[in-house]
């Protein structure tokens, strides 16, 4: 029991060390990987209708 005991106030001390995001940065970061989604989705649909041509042409 004593081990469950420090256990749970080796936890809520590690809580409070918890240092959040501000809004700002969690504006940035999520509008940064939306763009860059965005970005890879692009590349992977031309990639895919490239090859899609190429195959179609070649047979």
Same mark, same amino acid.
């Given at each position: 029991m004593?081990?469950?005991?420090?256990?749970?106030?080796?936890?809520? %001390?590690?809580?409070?060390?918890?240092?959040?995001?501000?809004r700002?940065t969690?504006?940035?970061?999520?509008i940064?990987?939306?763009?860059?989604? %965005?970005?890879?989705?692009?590349?992977?649909?031309?990639v895919?209708?490239?090859?899609?041509?190429?195959?179609?042409?070649?047979?």
């Amino acid at each position: 029991m004593k081990k469950i005991i420090e256990y749970i106030k080796s936890v809520r %001390g590690e809580w409070f060390k918890i240092v959040w995001p501000s809004r700002d940065t969690v504006v940035r970061s999520t509008i940064m990987i939306l763009v860059f989604s %965005g970005l890879a989705a692009l590349f992977f649909f031309l990639v895919d209708w490239v090859l899609s041509t190429i195959v179609n042409w070649i047979f």
